[in-house]
Every structure is written in structure tokens, then in C-alpha cells.
């Protein structure tokens, strides 16, 4: 069974910068779609960024401009570069992949923008 682990979050001042790693213990095969979800508490899980098989990527309009998603297919993981980071970016962060022989969520890291 694929694990998906992300890492990096943390605490973090308004304006400030922090990147997500998620990584697969194997690698996944036939990647249909990857992505970056997060929750803040007392709302809905939202997807924040997407990267598809063929790169093409998408963003939240809440989060253009400021969050870059990538990945690196060597090292099974993928990325989201966060910047200009805002208190309402705070949030449980859940990496996901959705591959033609199922779908894979991490367990989560805490991301908290304050002052």
C-alpha cells in the first residue's frame, strides 16, 4: 500500500515562506492527477493547487500568484512552494494523488500563519 507523508509546515508570520514536501514510499504508476488540499478548522476540505500527468497545473484563485506546486518524479515527491503567506492560509495541508489504481492522501502538517 502507497504512504503518502508530507513534511514542512509549521508557524509562520504573515509574508513569510514555507514548502510542503510530500512524499510516496513507492513509487505510483499511471498518475492521473496530483495535488495540494488543505482544511482550516470548521470548513470544508479545498483543493489549493494541481498538477496533471502532462504538468498542466491549477491554482485556487485565493492562492495565484503565490503558491507554486511542482514535483520530482526521481525522487517520488512533489512540492508546493508557498509565499506571501497569509493568516487565512492557515490550515491542515493533505497531499493527494489520484492514479488509475486508486487514490492516496497523506496523513497531513499543520500550517499556521500568525503574529
Known amino acids: 500500500q502507497v504512504q503518502l507523508v508530507e513534511s514542512g509546515g509549521g508557524l509562520v508570520q504573515p509574508g513569510g515562506s514555507l514548502r510542503l514536501s510530500c512524499a510516496a514510499s513507492?513509487?505510483?504508476?499511471?498518475?492521473?492527477?496530483m495535488g495540494w488540499y488543505r482544511q482550516a478548522p470548521g470548513k470544508q476540505r479545498e483543493r489549493v493547487a494541481q498538477v496533471t500527468s502532462g504538468d498542466s497545473t491549477n491554482y485556487a484563485d485565493s492562492v495565484k500568484g503565490r503558491f507554486t506546486i511542482s514535483r520530482d518524479n526521481a525522487k517520488n515527491t512533489m512540492y508546493l512552494q508557498m509565499n506571501s503567506l497569509k493568516p487565512e492560509d492557515t490550515g491542515t495541508y493533505y497531499c493527494h494523488v489520484n492514479a488509475a489504481l486508486g487514490t492516496h492522501w497523506g496523513p497531513g502538517t499543520q500550517v499556521t500563519v500568525s503574529s
Open positions: 513507492e513509487r505510483i504508476f499511471s498518475i492521473i492527477t
